[in-house]
């Protein structure tokens, strides 16, 4: 089990545009997290997918949205990027039951 | 609001010597606490929780609810215990949202 993978590794995008990421689970998870970590600071919880649906959000505008796919996989969307979005988007997976999240590895993007 | 503060963003002790990670929490509930620690070049990992009264790799971390802290504690330090250390909590009835702090850098020094 590889576990929880990201993809892109990183990514460069200017002002307004689109990006998606992505994220696998670890084998078992069914819940999906995403979180945003900017330089220097702790990751911040932007919200969580369970049964394809967003389950809890944190305080993060509507330009952020996601999907969660019927195999657990998991998407970000973020549209109309300010530069202030550029960050480390990391994703979490763990079992339903269980409160121990698994980490990827992060997506690093950066807005120009 | 609920949050975590981590007062050190930066931590520095010798091999051997005693380590204490400071993290005090605000919520008024009773929430499940971890730490988390991130080596270099490696992703974010879970090294104990509150429940497990574990101690891994040496630490050991207990929950004061009166002081509402959750300090991560090692006797003796070693140069592979540097690290970005982060303290977390989940809130009981959420669904699992983990509030983190800012993480304090740890280096042991030789």
């Known amino acids: 089990d590889a576990g929880v993978t990201q993809s892109p590794t990183h990514l460069i995008k200017t002002r307004g545009q689109q990006v998606t990421l992505r994220c696998s689970p670890k084998?078992?998870?069914?819940?999906v997290s995403w979180y945003q970590q900017a330089l220097g600071q702790g990751p911040q919880f932007i919200f969580q997918?369970?049964?394809?649906?967003?389950?809890q959000r944190g305080n993060f505008p509507d330009r952020f949205s996601g999907h969660q796919f019927p195999n657990y996989s998991s998407e970000l969307n973020v549209n109309a990027l300010w530069l202030g979005d550029s960050a480390l988007y990391l994703c979490?997976?763990?079992?339903?039951?269980?409160?121990?999240?698994?980490f990827g590895p992060g997506t690093r993007l950066t807005v120009l | 609001a609920q949050r975590v503060t981590q007062p050190e963003k930066l931590l520095s002790v010798f091999k051997g010597a005693p380590v204490e990670l400071k993290c005090n929490y605000s919520y008024s509930g009773s929430p499940e606490l971890f730490w988390y620690v991130q080596y270099s070049r490696q992703r974010l990992q879970l090294l104990l929780r509150?429940?497990s009264r574990e101690s891994i790799k040496g630490f050991t971390a207990d929950l004061n609810k009166g002081e509402t802290s959750f300090h991560l504690k090692k006797p003796f330090a070693q140069e592979e215990d540097s690290a970005m250390y982060y303290c977390a909590f989940i809130s009981s009835g959420s669904a699992r949202q983990l509030t983190f702090g800012s993480g304090t850098q740890l280096t042991v020094l030789p």
């Open positions: 509150h429940i």
């Open positions: 979490a997976s763990s079992p339903d039951t269980f409160n121990e999240q698994f």
């Open positions: 084998s078992g998870h069914d819940t």
């Open positions: 997918y369970y049964e394809e649906e967003e389950r």
